[in-house]
């Protein structure tokens, strides 16, 4: 066992003037199993950069494990497998690195095959693998569940709760559960490490949040309070000050100076409330610093004139030859929200492509209602160039409810006067999303939504989608999310 440490961290990046981490410091143990959350943007991939340092930063970071980032770059992926991984660990022995196989449940000859010709599932098991067998090293594993199914996915989390001394980026909740025994987590306005898995983490985060709210609705009463008798005792001392230069009614003279030192007392009470309520107004710029919330939104959906939207029956699919899926039947009717499951290469995003409209070979049925409108968000994001504004205007969506969607789902109002092509790959997705909410149609079609956004986002889009009940079909392999969300699950 042994510490790194993080004391006093600075860093803002050169063409920023905005600090992503100001004085934070804290303690990690080398051998916990280290979940890492926070929302996209706040910087938990700069933090494993500035590990790794490939920035410079004020404060200091100490270790006595050097470090190692997953995935690892491989720089010739036609390689032979075996060859990718003497590239990582040169000194491994063969029996250890079956031994892992064996956990991640590979088979001896992806060693002899390409790399590229891998699935992704089988790449993310070999480089995990790979960087596991070397010694006195403290893995920063940066969201490996991108693109994994649901059982690929279960598999990684199971091995990764054989291990110890790692970091994990990930935004999956069931994956994040299973696997870790600490959350380092980047809120709002700190840094902080609890003991536990996420859903731990996040009860107590609610708690905090509900404590917070509750005082913050005490001291709202109390500020008034004390704005309200501050300004009657600022009137009293104004209206005794008055009387210094007039009568009293029994026609005397007035005393001046028993008025002066009573005006002053009064003058004296006010400023003293004035600093009290002062203090409490600082004090309440401290609470709500760390809750996650937004205004509620209305969003509302197109009615299509018949109960059901979609039809397949029988259906297979095919890409010349090779048959992608076979005999294929579900229908999508209004209301419904469909999880389509299965491994990867079963055939969901071709049945996705298909429903949208592609010039797709397949037998059976196929129906699609007449005049259907349908709303895509796809898995590419690169195409996203120029500002919100253009966007939203070139896409023919309302403005105000677009930006009402990315604002509750943490764009600051800076990001809104970005080229969206400097965004991170979470807030793509979530302008494609946002894009989906806004627009006038029957059906939403989601094609792995959620990758690269972070957990609280994906909480808040669970929040939207079961508040105003789209009609939608999604393909998506975070098991908590398609829990709550899906009426209906189709399995490939």
Not at 318 to 343: H, M, N, P, W
Not at 386 to 395: K, P, W
Not at 413 to 442: C, N, P, T, W
Request: a negative charge.
């Amino acid at each position: 066992m042994s510490l790194i440490n993080v004391s006093n961290l600075t860093f803002a990046y050169e063409d920023s003037y905005d600090n992503i981490f100001e004085e934070i410091s804290f303690q990690i143990d080398t051998d916990w199993r280290l979940g890492f959350t926070g929302r996209n943007g706040r910087g938990k991939t700069t933090f494993l950069s500035l590990l790794l340092g490939k920035h410079e930063f004020s404060g200091k970071i100490t270790a006595s494990v050097d470090f190692e980032y997953f995935p690892f770059h491989v720089e010739n992926k036609s390689d032979i497998t075996l060859d990718v991984i003497n590239e990582i660990t040169p000194d491994y022995l063969h029996w250890e690195l079956m031994r892992e196989f064996s956990l991640l449940q590979v088979t001896e000859d992806v060693l002899y095959r390409p790399f590229d010709t891998l699935s992704n599932g089988e790449q993310t098991k070999v480089l995990l693998a790979a960087l596991f067998l070397k010694d006195n090293r403290f893995l920063l594993i940066d969201e490996p569940t991108n693109h994994l199914d649901l059982n690929a996915r279960q598999l990684v989390s199971d091995y990764l709760k054989t291990k110890s001394g790692f970091i994990l980026v990930s935004h999956d909740r069931a994956f994040l559960d299973n696997c870790v025994d600490h959350i380092l987590s980047i809120n709002k306005t700190n840094v902080e490490i609890q003991k536990g898995n996420f859903s731990e983490w996040w009860e107590n985060k609610r708690r905090q949040d509900s404590f917070e709210l509750a005082e913050n609705d005490k001291l709202r009463k109390d500020i008034k309070r004390l704005s309200d008798a501050a300004k009657r005792t600022g009137s009293w001392s104004h209206e005794v000050e008055k009387t210094k230069n007039g009568t009293r009614n029994s026609g005397s003279k007035v005393d001046k100076g028993y008025i002066g030192h009573k005006a002053a007392k009064m003058m004296k009470r006010s400023k003293a409330m004035e600093q009290r309520q002062q203090s409490a107004m600082d004090e309440k710029s401290r609470l709500l610093k760390n809750i996650e919330s937004s205004d509620s939104l209305k969003i509302s959906q197109l009615a299509y004139p018949k109960k059901q939207l979609v039809e397949l029956e029988h259906v297979s699919i095919y890409y010349g030859e090779k048959l992608v899926c076979q005999d294929i039947g579900f229908t999508i009717e209004q209301g419904e929200r469909i999880a389509l499951s299965g491994i990867n290469g079963s055939g969901k995003s071709s049945i996705i492509r298909l429903i949208c409209g592609e010039d797709i070979h397949y037998t059976g049925t196929f129906r699609k209602g007449s005049q259907l409108q349908i709303s895509y968000v796809s898995q590419d994001t690169s195409h996203l160039r120029g500002t919100l504004t253009e966007y939203a205007r070139s896409n023919g969506i309302d403005e105000s409810l677009f930006k009402a969607i990315l604002r509750k789902l943490d764009f600051s109002r800076v990001q809104f006067e970005k080229d969206m092509s400097a965004y991170s790959g979470g807030q793509k997705k979530k302008v494609l999303i946002a894009k989906s909410l806004s627009e006038q149609v029957h059906l939403l079609i989601w094609d792995e939504p959620l990758n690269f956004i972070d957990v609280i986002s994906r909480m808040q889009i669970e929040e939207l989608l079961l508040e105003y009940s789209p009609t939608i079909l999604f393909v998506e392999h975070d098991r908590e999310f398609c829990s709550n969300i899906a009426t209906t699950i189709i399995e490939l």
